[in-house]
C-alpha cells in the first residue's frame, strides 16, 4: 500500500509542476510581447 501512496504522490507533484511551469511560461513570453490567448481575455458569463 505504501507504494500505491508514494506513485499517487509523486504523480501529483508531477502535475502540479506542469500546471505552474505551463503558467509561467505564458507570463513571461507575454513580457516579451508575446499574445494573450483570447479565452484568458473572455469575461465570466453573468449568471
Known amino acids: 500500500m505504501d507504494i500505491v501512496y508514494d506513485i499517487i504522490l509523486i504523480l501529483h507533484f508531477i502535475g502540479l509542476a506542469s500546471v505552474v511551469g505551463g503558467f509561467l511560461v505564458q507570463m ?3 513580457d516579451r510581447g508575446g499574445s494573450i490567448p483570447p ?9
Open 28 to 30: 513571461k513570453s507575454t
Open 39 to 47: 479565452w484568458c481575455m473572455e469575461r465570466s458569463p453573468s449568471w
